[in-house]
């Protein structure tokens, strides 16, 4: 399942910036530059969470967290410039899910925002995915091929759901690692290649001529749609 996420938030460069990431992992993210305009979007369309900027002109981001919470209990991150406790506080007794202080990358909020639903929506992410005889089931990390369980480590897992999310596009070697989310891990092509050679072979992939996950010289990895 896609996620629908509300972002309110006066700066506009910040929601371009999540706009993009935000759309290359699957996730639709609806804009309202002020919290009136948020409200209004609450009333008109179903989300998953919404991203709720503290410091705004006008209707700042404690009231409109409080007239949510009037409202709905959809989950409520707060996104703030401010590092003082008592705006946390109030925050979180107002109802607030949890608070992200800017800056942050647009990485770090996607996965506050799928800890957040984990806990409070976990079936907001029952997405279930297939390519090429491959099916994911995200939220149980479930890998089949051709109807038979397949085990991978944590780190196939997430290099696989970052092709397959992309199926039939290529994915840059150097980008691999970041799109499955794993800052962790150190980057680079050599790194990129091994990870790929053994999640061929628990693919059932064929080493000398690949037919799931291809070679692009010089470029990266795709996924194809059929094997």
Known sequence: MSLRLLLIDDDARLHALLERFFGEHGVTLQYASDGQA??????????????????MPGLDGLETLRRI????????????A????TDRVVGLE???DD???KPFSPRELLARVRAVL?????????????????????AARDVQVDGQRVELTGLEFDLLLALIRRAGRVVPRTALLAEAGRD??????RTVDVHIS??????????????????????????????
Do not use: C, N, W
């Open 38 to 55: 948020g409200l209004r979007a609450l009333q008109q369309g179903a989300f998953d969470a919404v991203l709720l900027d503290v410091m």
């Open 198 to 227: 053994k999640l061929r072979k628990k693919l059932g992939d064929d080493p000398k001529t690949p037919r799931r996950i291809q070679t692009v010289r010089g470029v990266g990895y795709v996924l194809a749609r059929e094997p």
């Open 118 to 138: 984990r806990r409070s929506r976990p079936e907001a992410l029952g997405e279930h995915l297939s390519a090429g005889g491959i099916t994911v089931d995200v």
């Open 69 to 80: 919470r009037e409202r709905s209990p959809v989950p409520v991150l707060m996104l703030t």
């Open 82 to 85: 401010r590092g003082d406790e």
């Open 184 to 189: 962790d891990v150190a980057v680079g092509e």
């Open 94 to 96: 107002l109802g607030a």
């Open 99 to 101: 608070y992200v202080p």
